[in-house]
């Protein structure tokens, strides 16, 4: 498990410095509205369109924060920013489902329904029902839901990408964040019907998106489900680490022969995705990285699964929860202006882009959550 001292010091600043931060200067009064990211210089940069994702990241950062007590304002951020995401994003266009950005004054910038941003609208309502206690968050979850199954469902399983539908591939991403999503809803109601669409999906993960004997997971699908990008399948070693933790959140969901698929999953993203330097690659194949870039999400994500490896597995072979959330710090937190972050750095080690991005604090977050609040 993560180290009490590393735990504390990480927690200490989320509390003292990432939450006040991405509270003030990354909150548009104005709008009621989080913006989308802050120069280096930590200042708001407020023309950028504002994803739908990103106000439901923050919504849920913010929840979990109020509840565990990081951050006493937390719930009324939440109720004034949920109140101001489903006013501009849900239904604002006249079209069922969710806008995916709006510019700062509420004009729609682009009407796509996504599914990605879907999963994630779910889990801030889910989180936002646990913070407020308001019923209407779960009356807006399952309308979201009778949404998607109405207009984006697939006849081959899942759901499509994206509407108006488009010629791109399939992703286990988006249903990766949507089983994620399902798991949260179950757990603020502890209602079945959540746990069934979870195991739904669940199922696909184990029929369609590991491959090469339970080793690798694809990304990218036809929409038929039938991977992409073989024989090498090029994968992404923090979406390894990601549905890791995920697979183990629910005891009712584990898969009767999960160790298997899990176990390689692990060896796989740490062989050829994790190299000696500590660096997570964005993409590799068996045969190693083809992607050297790395981002700050990957080690959060790394951090959970160590966890659950050493926790679930007896796994103490291999690298620790503070080895990457010290990998984390040293690379992305230290070099950047108090409570954010450099989010992305190509081979060579330089910054590629030049901002903050506010989605980062999610990925924080559930780390620090998944460390334990005490």
Same mark, same amino acid.
């Given at each position: 498990m993560i180290r009490a001292e590393e735990r504390s010091s990480i927690r200490a600043w989320l509390k003292e410095k990432a939450l006040p931060l991405w509270a003030s200067n990354g909150w548009d009064e104005r709008t009621n509205s989080f913006v989308e990211r802050l120069s280096f210089r930590g200042a708001p940069l407020l023309d950028t369109p504002r994803r739908a994702m990103v106000q439901a990241r923050q919504i849920y950062t913010f929840s979990v924060a109020h509840r565990a007590g990081w951050f006493g304002e937390g719930a009324e951020l939440v109720a004034r920013a949920g109140a101001a995401m489903i006013e501009r994003y849900y239904? +604002?266009?006249g079209a069922r489902g969710w806008a995916f950005s709006v510019a700062r004054d509420g004009a729609i910038v682009d009407g796509r329904?996504?599914?990605y941003t879907h999963a994630f609208i779910l889990l801030s309502l889910a989180n936002a029902y646990e913070t407020t206690r308001d019923t209407a968050y779960i009356a807006l979850a399952d309308a979201t839901l009778s949404f998607l199954d109405r207009d984006m469902a697939s006849?081959? !399983? *899942?759901y499509v990408e994206t509407l108006?539908?488009?010629d791109s591939p399939r992703r286990q991403n988006s249903h990766m964040h949507l089983f994620e999503a399902l798991? =949260?809803?179950f757990d603020a109601t502890r209602s079945s019907a959540y746990l069934e669409r979870a195991r739904v999906v669940r199922d696909i993960f184990f029929r369609r998106f590991v491959q090469a004997e339970n080793s690798i997971l694809v990304e990218f699908f036809d929409e038929h489900w039938r991977p992409l990008d073989g024989p090498l399948f090029p994968f992404e070693p923090g979406h390894h680490f990601e549905w890791i933790w995920l697979l183990e959140q629910n005891e009712e969901l584990r898969h009767f022969d999960q160790m298997t698929t899990v176990t390689r999953l692990w060896e796989t993203a740490l062989r050829a995705g994790v190299g000696a330097? !500590?660096?997570?690659?964005?993409r +590799?194949?068996?045969?190693g990285a083809v992607d050297h870039s790395t981002r700050l999400w990957f080690y959060t994500e790394a951090a959970k699964a160590a966890s659950v490896m050493r926790s679930n597995y007896k796994r103490s072979d291999g690298p620790t929860p503070s080895d990457f959330l010290d990998e984390m710090r040293v690379r992305f937190l230290e070099p950047a202006t =108090? *409570? =954010?972050w450099i989010d992305e750095f190509d081979a060579y080690g330089a910054a590629k882009v030049d901002f903050a991005p506010a989605s980062s604090l999610y990925h924080i977050c559930c780390a620090i959550r998944a460390s334990g609040s005490d």
């Open positions: 239904e +604002a266009d329904r996504d599914l006849e081959h !399983g *899942g108006p539908a488009s798991l =949260s809803l330097d !500590g660096r997570i690659f964005a +590799a194949t068996v045969d =108090s *409570g =954010s």
